[in-house]
Nanobody, 127 residues
Framework: QVQLVESGGGLVQAGGSLRLSCAAS????????IGWFRQAPGKEREFVAA????????LASDSVRGRFAIHRDDAKNTVNLQMNSLKPPDTAGYYC????????????????????WGQGTQVTVSS
């Protein structure tokens, strides 16, 4: 069972950048598709971005496409979410999630598609 730990959240002004990291404990990390989700107070959790095994496929939601980028480093068991041009609506708790896919190269958008979740890291964007 993989354990996920997010880091890198914080307070930033609008237009600024943050890089979130998701570190995993499993030596077979490369077998997992990794997704990032976020949840703002009073709102449902929403998909942000995902990356397949091998990094061959990535997907980002319409609201962050062109501003956020997802990358993985399997040697370090880490997936990073680079967030640029941040806006106040980006304020939320950010969660990474993992699904073991045995290198199928697919990305997934749904919460229910993922089996393991981290505890989250808070991102606050001030105007």
């Amino acid at each position: 069972q993989v354990q996920l730990v997010e880091s890198g959240g914080g307070l930033v002004q609008a237009g600024g950048s943050l890089r979130l990291s998701c570190a995993a404990s499993d030596r077979t990390f490369s077998r997992y598709t990794i997704g990032w989700f976020r949840q703002a107070p009073g709102k449902e959790r929403e998909f942000v971005a995902a990356i397949s095994t091998g990094g061959r496929e990535t997907l980002a939601s319409d609201s962050v496409r062109g501003r956020f980028a997802i990358h993985r480093d399997d040697a370090k068991n880490t997936v990073n979410l680079q967030m640029n041009s941040l806006k106040p609506p980006d304020t939320a708790g950010y969660y990474c999630a993992a699904r073991e896919t045995a290198y199928n190269g697919r990305v997934y958008l749904g919460e229910k598609d993922y089996d393991y979740w981290g505890q989250g890291t808070q991102v606050t964007v001030s105007s």
